[in-house]
C-alpha cells in the first residue's frame, strides 16, 4: 500500500518537471521571436530538429535507466545528480547573450538542445519510477493521479506568475533581463522538488530475472509490443494538439484579442495579463480532469473515458475558431472545458505505459520498464516537436511579423491554432487510442499471472 507521503513525493517530480515544461510550450516560441530576435520560420525548424532528436535520445537514457543498479535503485539516483543541472541549463536557455544573429542561433540551438537532454535524463527515469513503485494497477492509477495533479499544479503556479516577475524584474532593466530573473526563480523551485521527490520515493517491483537481456533482445521486445505503438501514437498526436495550443496563446491574446487594450488584473500586488490568467485558467481545469479521471477510468474504462474526453475536445476546439476578439468569457469557459477534457487522459496514458511493461514481462519474461516509459517521454517530445515546428513554419507563412500589428491573414492562423489545427491532433489520437487491447479484464489476468512466476 503506498503512503500518502509518497504520492505526494511522487507528485513533486512532475511539478518540477511541469514547470519548464510550460515555459517550453507556452512561453519559447514567443521568447525566440520577440525577445531573443530570431524568425519564426528559424524557430520552427529549430524546435523540429532538435527535438526529433531528442526524441530519439528518450530510449537510450531508457535503456541506460533499466540498467543502472545502485543502493537507491535503478531510477531514483539521477533525481538526485541531475536537479541541478536541470536548472542551470535551464536558466542558460532562457538567456539572451550579447551576440551577433548568427551566433544567437547557434547558441539557441546549444542550449535548448542541452536542456531537452538534461529533461530527458532526468524526467524518463522519474517517470519510470511508477512502474516500479507497486505492481498493482490501482496503486498506479493513483500515482498517476498525484503526479498529473502536482503536474498541473506546477504548471498553474509557474504560468501564473511568470509574466508578472518578467514585468516586475525587467523594472530598471531590460526585457531579457526579466526573463531570465523569472526563470532562475522558477529553475530553484524545480532542483528543491526533484530533491524531495527522491526523498520520498521507495523501488519496490523486482525483475523475474535477475539476468538483464541484451540491448538487441530489449528493442526486439519493444518492437513486437503493439500496445506501445498504439500509445505512441496516441501520444504524439495528444501532444501535437496541447503544443499547438499551448504555443500560439500568448500570440492569440497579444495580436488578435489586443491585451494591452484591456485593464491587468491585479491581485494582492500582483499585476496579471490575460494571456497568464487564460493559461493559468487552463492548468486549473487540467487538475480537475485529473480528478476525475481516475474514478471514471474504474467504473467504464481507460480506453472509453480517453476516446469520450478527445472527442469532446474536438467538437469544442472546432467551435472556437468563431469566437470573437471581444468575446473573452466564451473563451475562458471554452479554455476550461477543453482543459478539463485534456487534463484527463494523460494520467491514463502514464498508467497505461505501466500495463504495457507488464505486458512485455509476461509475453518475453524481461521487464524493460525504463524502455517501455521512455517511449512515452519520446512521445510527448516528438508530438512537441511536429506541433511547435508547425506553429513556427505557418507563422512565417501567414506573414506573421513579430512586435507589429498583423495582417487579415496572420490573424486568421492565429486563430487556426486554437481551434482546427490542435483539433486534427485529437481526432487522431481517439483513432490510435480505439485500437488499443489492454482492459482492466486483461490487465487483471496479467497481475495474477505475474504475481504467481514472482513467488
Known amino acids: 500500500m503506498i503512503g500518502i507521503r509518497e504520492k ?37 525548424t529549430m524546435f523540429l530538429i532538435t527535438r526529433v532528436w531528442d526524441s530519439a535520445f528518450d530510449p537510450i537514457i531508457g535503456i541506460i535507466a533499466d540498467r543502472t543498479q545502485s543502493r537507491w535503485g535503478k531510477f531514483r539516483p ?19 547573450p550579447d551576440f551577433s544573429d548568427g551566433g544567437k542561433v547557434i547558441y539557441a540551438y546549444f542550449t535548448y538542445s542541452l536542456m531537452m537532454m538534461v529533461y530527458s535524463a532526468i524526467n524518463v527515469p522519474y517517470a519510470s519510477l511508477l512502474g516500479v513503485m507497486s505492481p498493482e494497477s490501482k496503486d498506479r492509477n493513483m500515482l498517476s493521479t498525484y503526479r498529473m495533479t502536482f503536474a498541473y499544479i506546477g504548471s498553474f503556479i509557474a504560468l501564473l506568475l511568470f509574466m508578472p516577475m518578467v514585468n516586475r524584474f525587467s523594472m530598471g532593466h531590460d526585457e531579457q533581463h526579466g526573463w531570465m530573473m523569472s526563470v532562475i526563480v522558477i529553475a530553484v523551485l524545480c532542483a528543491l522538488l526533484f530533491y524531495g521527490c527522491f526523498a520520498w520515493t521507495t523501488e519496490r517491483v523486482k525483475p523475474i530475472k535477475k539476468q538483464q537481456n541484451s540491448l538487441k533482445s530489449d528493442l ?16 504524439v498526436a495528444a501532444l501535437v494538439f496541447n503544443s499547438i495550443r499551448d504555443g500560439a496563446t500568448v500570440y492569440y491574446f497579444k495580436y488578435y484579442v489586443v491585451e494591452e487594450e484591456y485593464a491587468s488584473i491585479s491581485l494582492f500586488g500582483i499585476s496579471f495579463v490575460l494571456s497568464g490568467l487564460y493559461l493559468a485558467v487552463g492548468q486549473a481545469a487540467n487538475i480537475v480532469g485529473v480528478v476525475v479521471a481516475a474514478p471514471l477510468s474504474n467504473r467504464i474504462g481507460k480506453k472509453k473515458t480517453y476516446m469520450w474526453a478527445m472527442s469532446i475536445a474536438t467538437v469544442l476546439s472546432v467551435i472556437f475558431y468563431w469566437f470573437d476578439k471581444e468575446q473573452l468569457m466564451l ?13 484527463s487522459i494523460f494520467p491514463l496514458l502514464w498508467s497505461m505505459y505501466a500495463d504495457c511493461a507488464d505486458y512485455s514481462e509476461l509475453k518475453t519474461g524481461n521487464r524493460a520498464t525504463g524502455l ?7 512521445s510527448q517530445k516528438f508530438g512537441w516537436a511536429i ?22 491573414e496572420a490573424i486568421h492562423g492565429i486563430r487556426m491554432f486554437l481551434s482546427w489545427l490542435p483539433a486534427m491532433g ?14 482492466e479484464k486483461e490487465m487483471r489476468k496479467i497481475t495474477n499471472q505475474l504475481n504467481d512466476k514472482r513467488k
Open 8 to 44: 505526494i513525493g511522487y507528485g513533486f517530480g512532475d511539478m518540477a518537471s511541469s514547470m519548464f515544461w510550460k515555459l517550453f510550450g507556452s512561453y519559447l516560441m514567443i521568447f525566440y521571436t520577440d525577445v531573443f530576435g530570431m524568425p519564426a520560420a528559424v524557430v520552427g
Open 372 to 378: 517501455i516509459f521512455s517511449s512515452s517521454s519520446m
Open 78 to 96: 539521477y533525481l538526485l545528480y541531475l536537479a541541478i543541472p536541470f536548472a542551470v541549463i535551464g536558466v542558460l536557455t532562457f538567456t539572451t
Open 331 to 343: 473563451m475562458f469557459i471554452f479554455q476550461v472545458l477543453i482543459s478539463i477534457c485534456a487534463g
Open 426 to 439: 485529437t481526432v487522431l489520437s481517439v483513432i490510435f487510442i480505439s485500437l488499443y487491447p489492454l482492459s
Open 387 to 408: 506541433g511547435s515546428a508547425v506553429t513556427g513554419w505557418l507563422l512565417a507563412f501567414y506573414g506573421f511579423e513579430a512586435n507589429a500589428v498583423q495582417g487579415e
Open 220 to 235: 526486439q521486445d519493444l518492437l513486437h509490443n503493439r500496445p506501445w505503438w498504439i500509445l505512441l501514437g496516441a501520444g
